[in-house]
Nanobody, 122 residues
Framework: QVQLVESGGGLVQAGGSLRLSCAAS????????MGWFRQAPGKEREFVAT????????YYADPVKDRFTISRDNDKNTVYLQINSLKPEYTDVYYC???????????????WGQGTRVTDSS
């Protein structure tokens, strides 16, 4: 059974940085693309970033592409999302997801984590 467990969320001041992690288990991590999505209360889940199985291709949503960096370590079965220069509008629950394709659409991902909350403490 595939499990994705996010961590690293918390209170961060505007302008600060943090790194989210997502540890995967249950199938061959290095065979699958990974994505990060976020969801604000009362809103739909939206795409943030995705990375191909070997890390060779990444893609970002326009609002975050200069501030967020997605990366992965296949030896550790972990994908990361580095968030820099935090803005208040980044306050959301962040979810990682695993799927076959490097895609921006949430329905292309097979498995999801439980989410980790990022909150602007300013």
């Amino acid at each position: 059974q595939v499990q994705l467990v996010e961590s690293g969320g918390g209170l961060v001041q505007a302008g600060g940085s943090l790194r989210l992690s997502c540890a995967a288990s249950g199938r061959t991590f290095s065979s699958y693309a990974m994505g990060w999505f976020r969801q604000a209360p009362g809103k739909e889940r939206e795409f943030v970033a995705t990375i191909s199985w070997n890390g060779g291709r990444t893609y970002y949503a326009d609002p975050v592409k200069d501030r967020f960096t997605i990366s992965r370590d296949n030896d550790k079965n972990t994908v990361y999302l580095q968030i820099n220069s935090l803005k208040p509008e980044y306050t959301d629950v962040y979810y990682c997801a695993e799927g076959r394709n490097n895609d921006t659409m949430s329905n292309e991902y097979d498995y999801w984590g439980q989410g980790t909350r990022v909150t602007d403490s300013s």
